[in-house]
């Protein structure tokens, strides 16, 4: 289906909100993860290899599984997939119900900034 303009899956909001009905549609409208708590400088592994296969799983979440074979931060994760990191959180919850990844909390984060400084470090090097 397209929008006047091009695909709905492109259509902006305003100049600041970015594309909003892609993610979601990625989370199936979930605002918060099924569990977990995840900092921007939480370390993710994934405990499989290949989980493309599993059902229910989208292929945002098999992407998750093969980025982080090699450990990754939250925030690295949003990064490389191009999505909100609260997308990211809900897909990461659904993976840790799953026992697909593990989330490593921060270790010893005294003296580092507030999530929102990261938050808007990454919004500005997307906006790159």
């Known amino acids: ?3 006047e303009g091009g695909s709905a899956e ?10 909003v009905v892609r993610p979601y549609a990625v989370t199936r409208g979930r605002a918060r993860p099924v569990t977990g708590t995840f900092d921007l400088i939480s370390l993710v592994t994934a405990t499989r290899v290949d989980v493309v296969g599993e059902s229910g799983l989208g292929p945002e979440h ?4 093969a980025l982080c ?12 997939l ?5 997308t990211v959180r809900v897909l990461l919850g659904d993976l840790m119900a799953r026992d697909l990844v593990q989330v490593r909390p921060p270790r010893g984060s005294a003296g580092l900034p507030d999530e929102s400084v ?3 470090v ?5 906006a790159l």
């Open 118 to 120: 990261f938050e808007a």
């Open 62 to 65: 098999v992407a998750i599984v």
């Open 82 to 86: 191009d999505l909100p990191v609260g």
């Open 1 to 3: 289906m397209t929008v």
């Open 122 to 126: 990454i919004n500005g090097l997307r």
């Open 10 to 19: 492109d259509r902006w909001v305003d100049d600041h909100a970015g594309p």
């Open 69 to 80: 074979q090699r450990m990754q931060s939250v925030a690295e994760v949003a990064a490389h």
